[in-house]
């Protein structure tokens, strides 16, 4: 769990120090996450097809987990596709779709998409194992509640997985680290989220200094930055909407009610970045 009774900055630097430990424990902690790493390292290494793998429900939520793509675990027409073509091929789903996510995860299994989904060995080696229990705990770490509702688990996420090469279109197709683009960028994600594409490129063009990432002090002083512009500037977390807070029931200014609000200045600072 986060630690408590600290500023956010606080809390990220304390387990940016080691955060594969502070996953480690808290997967021992969470009994869910416990389980499921438990029920992987039992289960992993008999797997050895694409079809195994996808029949195999707690090995697949741990390996998409692992990869940032746990939201697509009930696509199994596209997770099929990702693990059984050749992601080197520019026809691949992986390759041809320009989400670095999808085709880090092929390349992961490019054994089994070169030879249709089927290998004369599982890819699963110990070392491999390991490195996808570290990942997978490390998201799950990220994911706590909450670390998301103080912007820590996208603060961990974006240094962990922001190198020197990261390219703005890279950080457009990870919807975390767009998130914390956006963010430190002075725009509201949600906002910037309703313009096109070719807008939003245009401006975080302007916006972001790539020279920035260049080095590990460079992308952790980044994210502390997108930590303070939360405590300035609060994000509702994402989270299930209920009709409550539809109609605006908790007394905010966010129901269904505010639309009818004339005042809309907290837009500017988004739409002045077209011009």
């Avoid at 390996?63 to 091929?89: F, M, N, R, W």
């Avoid at 509640?145 to 922001?162: I, K, P, S």
């Avoid at 430190?184 to 594409?197: I, K, M, R």
Wanted: zero cysteines.
């Amino acid at each position: 769990m986060s630690i408590s009774n600290i500023s956010p900055v606080s809390t990220y630097l304390t387990a940016v120090k080691d955060e594969s430990t502070a996953a480690t424990n808290y997967a021992k902690m969470d009994a869910t996450t416990g389980r499921e790493v438990s029920s992987f390292e039992k289960d992993a290494a008999s797997i050895t097809s694409a079809d195994g793998l996808l029949k195999n429900y707690s090995a697949l939520q741990v390996v998409l987990g692992a990869y940032g793509l746990g939201s697509i675990s009930g696509e199994t027409a596209l997770v099929k596709d990702l693990l059984t073509q050749d992601p080197t091929s520019s026809k691949s789903l992986a390759k041809s779709s320009g989400n670095a996510t999808w085709l880090a995860f092929a390349d992961a299994f490019s054994t089994w998409g070169e030879n249709g989904g089927t290998a004369s060995a599982t890819p699963f080696t110990s070392d491999t194992i390991s490195s996808i229990v570290s990942k997978f705990e490390e998201t799950q770490y990220e994911d706590d509640t909450a670390n998301q509702d103080n912007g820590v688990g996208n603060a961990l996420y974006f240094t962990r997985t922001m190198t020197s090469d990261t390219t703005l279109s890279k950080i457009m197709s990870d919807s975390t680290l767009l998130k914390v683009v956006e963010t430190v960028s002075g725009y509201d994600p949600d906002e910037f989220g309703a313009l096109d594409y070719d807008q939003q490129v245009s401006m975080l063009t302007k916006k972001v200094d790539l020279s920035k990432f260049s080095t590990s002090a460079g992308i952790q002083k980044y994210a502390e930055q997108y930590l303070a512009m939360l405590q300035i500037n609060p994000q509702t977390p994402d989270k299930p909407t209920t009709m409550l807070d539809l109609f605006g029931g908790d007394n905010s200014d966010e129901g269904i009610i505010a639309l009818f609000d004339t005042n809309g200045s907290s837009s500017s600072s988004l739409y002045s970045g077209l011009f």
